[in-house]
């Protein structure tokens, strides 16, 4: 299937690593220009340079940016240094975020705390949607495709400020439909559950090895989804993800729009 993604131009926030790296690489394989962001230099694995080189490598185009998307000012500076890279960003890929350790009621899960998970999973798309809209409107066509979890739908006690965060996105995802109706541009969510990165290929190994799982993925992989009662057989793979990012950000998606999407292999219960 052609997504008619060739001559589109995309912007993949934290692509530096991890999902947002998968999804570069699929968007950039599908014949997308891709900016690579990263929050800060990189240190060759987390690092935004690599990835856009290994995509040049590999027959695509991409350039590679720097902007802390926690500040209006790093904000400005990535969305500044992306169009002065290329002329018009068509998708906006909203993939930065973190998922930060914590519990209702311990003491160092507080305001603070709160406050910066808001302002790196909500606000730092909040940033850029408002920088990049405007100029999609003047295209009359845009993809907008928020990263989320499925948390934002079915929230587990701990980290609660993280799976409130991922709510309020999906919340401003059906917002952000409403006010850029009939404008070309569709908005929507795509929510994972567990992904094969490398830091939780890392935490699972660690655990495999406390438990006496041994060291075979494929068998600490069964655990995994033992533990989360998912029938699909394995947690899902970047690619994966960058494939249903692909087609939702493609010409071919019109008619879904304001959607959450799950993508975490049919059922997958989050656990404490």
Do not use: C
Not at 47 to 75: M, P, Y
Not at 124 to 142: E, F, N, T, Y
Not at 228 to 240: H, K, L, M, Q, V
């Amino acid at each position: 299937m052609d997504l008619h993604l060739s001559g589109k131009t995309a912007l993949v926030t934290g692509s530096s690593r991890g999902t947002g790296e998968g999804i570069a690489k699929v968007l950039a394989r599908e014949g997308a220009t891709v900016i690579v962001h990263g929050m800060k230099p990189g240190n060759g694995v987390d690092d935004a340079d690599r990835v856009a080189d290994e995509i040049a490598k590999s027959g695509g185009k991409a350039f590679a940016v720097i902007g802390d998307l926690t500040t209006d000012q790093g904000a400005e500076q990535a969305a500044k240094a992306a169009l002065s890279a290329v002329k018009n960003i068509d998708i906006l890929i909203n993939n930065y975020g973190t998922a930060e350790r914590g519990f209702w009621l311990d003491a160092e899960t507080g305001a603070d705390a709160w406050i910066s998970v808001y302002q790196k999973n909500v606000l730092s798309a909040a940033r850029m949607i408002r920088l990049l809209v405007p100029q999609m409107k003047a295209l009359g066509w845009g993809r907008i495709v928020q990263i989320g979890t499925i948390g934002s739908s079915q929230p587990n006690a701990r980290m609660p400020h993280y799976y409130a965060s991922k709510g309020a996105l999906a919340n401003l995802t059906v917002s952000l439909m409403l006010e850029l109706s009939d404008s070309g541009i569709t908005v929507n969510t795509i929510s994972p559950g567990l992904i094969k990165t490398r830091e939780v290929e890392e935490m699972y190994r660690a655990r495999a090895q406390k438990l006496g799982w041994g060291d075979d993925w494929d068998v600490i992989e069964r655990h995994i989804m033992e533990e989360f009662s998912n029938s699909s057989g394995r947690i899902a793979r970047t690619e994966e993800v960058g494939d249903l990012v692909a087609f939702i950000a493609s010409t071919r998606s019109h008619m879904i729009n304001g959607m959450n999407i799950r993508i975490d292999g049919g059922g997958m219960r989050i656990v404490n």
